[in-house]
């Protein structure tokens, strides 16, 4: 079945410092992919997507490119900021069936000012 | 635009009681998933429904059930709680018209079983 794998966390950075989270997925076919963002005691909120090979999706600075090769979609920003503190998730939606995601265990990220 | 709107926000339920969470969809949105997320943990799938119905299950009981409206509006009941069940409750959206549509989701119902 599909599968989404991230880094493990939880990811502590100073701000302005580079930041990537991988993810890598396992799945049939071109599924969707996708970078959800959870701030404390809230639900889901899209951050970014992509839905075929070599798409990059962009948002608040954050990117990820969809490599089908590395079956890979990790999560860079160049400059991180305080705000940024929270629960990443990256999810796939696989292409046959209902409109379901499956998520990765989540990555706890916290920028010190 | 209205975004996905779910309803109540927290709850306490005794052992045993029913419950009952009510989600509705972003404008446009035909198509309702309930996630189940406990603390710490991602979320996962407990089922989708669309044209009332449902459509897809996740792996769990049949103590979990639950409905679709006309005006595309959905309920997620659980029966017989258990300490387990605790969690924040999830409703994503999108509609199937189209190709790739994205998927929102609501702020969540956290729910905790005493």
């Known amino acids: 079945g599909n599968s989404v794998t991230q880094m493990e966390g939880p990811v502590t950075l100073s701000e302005e410092a580079f930041l990537t989270i991988n993810c890598t997925y396992t799945a049939t076919g071109y599924p969707s992919l996708f970078w959800y963002v959870q701030y404390p005691g809230e639900g889901l909120q899209l951050l970014l997507k992509?839905?075929?090979?070599?798409d990059k999706g962009s948002n608040k600075g954050f990117e990820a490119t969809y490599r089908k090769e590395t079956t890979s979609f990790h999560l860079e920003k160049g400059s991180v900021q305080v705000s940024d503190s929270a629960v990443y998730f990256c999810a796939l939606r696989g292409v046959q069936g209902a409109q379901k995601l499956v998520f990765g265990q989540g990555t706890r990220l916290t920028i010190n000012p | 635009d209205a975004g996905v709107t779910q309803s109540p926000t927290h709850l306490i339920k005794t052992r045993g009681q029913q419950v009952t969470l009510r989600c509705s969809p972003k404008?446009?949105?035909?198509?309702v998933s309930w996630y189940q997320q406990a603390l710490g943990q991602e979320p996962q799938f407990i089922f989708q429904y669309y044209e009332e119905e449902e459509r897809q299950r996740g792996n769990f009981p049949d103590r979990f059930s639950g409905h679709q409206f006309p005006n595309y509006s959905s309920e997620l009941n659980v029966n017989a709680l258990l300490l387990g069940d605790s969690a924040l409750y999830l409703c994503?959206?999108?509609?199937?018209?189209?190709?790739?549509?994205?998927?929102?989701f609501g702020e969540g119902s956290w729910l905790t079983v005493v």
């Open positions: 994503a959206t999108l509609t199937r018209q189209g190709a790739g549509n994205t998927i929102y």
């Open positions: 404008s446009g949105h035909d198509t």
């Open positions: 992509a839905t075929k090979a070599d």
